[in-house]
């Protein structure tokens, strides 16, 4: 017999699950040995809701454990009632209860049992914390702040637990080649307003790995010991900028790693020498009294794009400039010339372009280039291993983690000092792994 099949009826009983607030807190947080009690709804009088208190109990069949060693110690006493903030649910303020109990351990004495959802003496849960760091990195402090209804000074703290408990599980096998720099920040142009930067460059993954005051030696060598003697001897290529500094640090801290000059770095040189040749003539221009004076000043953005980026208005404007007999045409077309370099495919032809191309540049009559010119010539060798580890780095990683690095600096304003700083930058950048206990089942 063929069973037929029945006309599905509405079902008449209510349905299997009411939902209540307990079933959502189990479904996200639930604590071994805790229970949620009661959940009560504090309102005002206008009857705008206030917050909502959720009691925790301790579960009557478990032992509390110590906060120590995690291991189940029979009772001592308890301990006044304590809040903290949870996240917070439909928009209103809520806020965990509960009286943690003391235990007697055996090996640790009358300490304070573990509570899973807390951090030492932080009135705020865990879960909020990873929550409100969540948000941080999307909105501003400021503004994470006032959309949880909380200060400033939390949302620092929660971030700063949270990028520490990232560093602290962090993995840093595998870091093949890393990239140095210095980023400057703020305003004055103090040795303090400068930072130095390691990147971790490889192609499968792209981070900040450390960050730390000043652009001296003794900057780079904390940076190398705080990434440890199995990272720095694991490391295989290391690009940096022209500073001797680093230059000199790395050569003895990471000799066996290829040493290469950044391509970025080298046209920023060569940009920043047109760009002073420029200044200098538009100067002279305009003390003689000549119109030309006028548009040299506002090509100064037009220079330093590259050739083949200069379209419309701008390039007609370059075409004028370059059949002029203005010096600052005969440096734009040394650095024009340049990127030829690094089409080479041999060491060789780079090699015999870069002493054809430095030949020119030191007989332009041209300070500033001269000065790249020599700078190249010191640093030849470093140089030459752009080609050796082409295709290995990649070429606009530094670039582009400094713009990023950029971008949260300049809203540092609102950081008020540089450890709020320093904490954003490895929040944002540093790729942290997250305590997933505690951050699934929120946004
Ligand atoms: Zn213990």
Redesign the pocket.
């Known amino acids: 017999m063929v069973p037929v099949a029945k006309p599905r009826q509405p079902s008449k009983r209510r349905p299997a699950i009411q939902l209540q607030v307990k079933t959502v807190l189990n479904a996200i947080q639930r604590f071994p040995g805790f229970v949620f009690r009661d959940i009560r709804f504090q309102c005002h009088r206008d009857g705008q809701p206030r917050c909502i208190e959720i009691t925790v109990q301790p579960h009557p069949a478990i032992a509390a454990k ?1 906060s ?2 995690r ?1 189940p ?1 029979p009772g001592y006493d308890r301990l006044e009632p304590r809040a903290w903030l949870f996240v917070p649910l439909w928009g209103i303020v809520t806020r965990f209860l509960y009286a943690a109990r003391r235990v007697t ?1 055996p ?2 004495g009358v ?1 304070v049992e573990h509570v899973p959802w807390s951090e030492g003496k932080r009135p705020v849960t865990i879960a909020m914390m990873c929550f409100l760091s969540r948000w941080a990195r999307r909105l501003s402090w400021r503004e994470t702040a006032r959309a949880f209804g909380t200060s400033w000074e939390c949302v620092y703290r929660s971030v700063e637990w949270f990028v520490q408990w990232g560093l602290a599980h962090r993995k840093l096998q595998g870091v093949a080649s890393i990239g140095v720099d210095e980023i400057h920040w703020g305003k004055s142009k103090r040795t303090d307003n400068f930072l130095t930067v390691i990147y971790q460059i490889d192609g499968h993954c792209r981070r900040l790995l450390w960050v730390g005051k000043r652009r001296t030696q003794a900057t780079l060598r904390r940076g190398l010991k705080a990434l440890g003697p199995e990272v720095v001897g694991g490391l295989r290529f290391v690009c940096t900028d022209m500073w001797r500094p680093y230059l000199n640090v790395l050569a003895a801290k990471a000799s066996q790693a290829l040493h290469v000059l950044d391509r970025f770095h080298i046209t920023s040189h060569l940009n920043q020498a047109v760009d002073e040749v420029r200044r200098a003539e538009s100067g002279r221009l305009r003390s003689a009294g000549l119109a030309m004076a006028e548009r040299l000043k506002n090509m100064r953005w037009t220079l330093l794009r590259r050739s083949s980026r200069v379209r419309g208005r701008a390039r007609g404007q370059l075409g004028r400039l370059l059949n002029s007999p203005l010096a600052t045409a005969r440096a734009w077309m040394l650095k024009d010339l340049f990127e030829h370099f690094w089409t080479y495919k041999s060491v060789t032809g780079a090699g015999n372009f870069l002493g054809f191309w430095t030949w020119r540049a030191l007989r332009s009559r041209l300070e500033p280039m001269k000065k790249v010119a020599r700078m190249l010539r010191t640093h030849e060798g470093l140089l030459m291993n752009w080609f050796t580890a082409k295709g290995e780095i990649s070429s606009g990683a530094v670039e582009g983690l400094n713009n990023k690095i950029r971008v949260v600096t300049r809203r540092s304003y609102g950081f008020r000092t540089y450890q709020a700083m320093e904490i954003a930058l490895y929040h944002t950048l540093g790729r942290l792994p997250e305590p997933e206990e505690f951050t699934h089942g929120f946004c």
Do not use: I
């Open positions: 110590c120590h060693c291991k110690a351990c090996e640790h300490v």
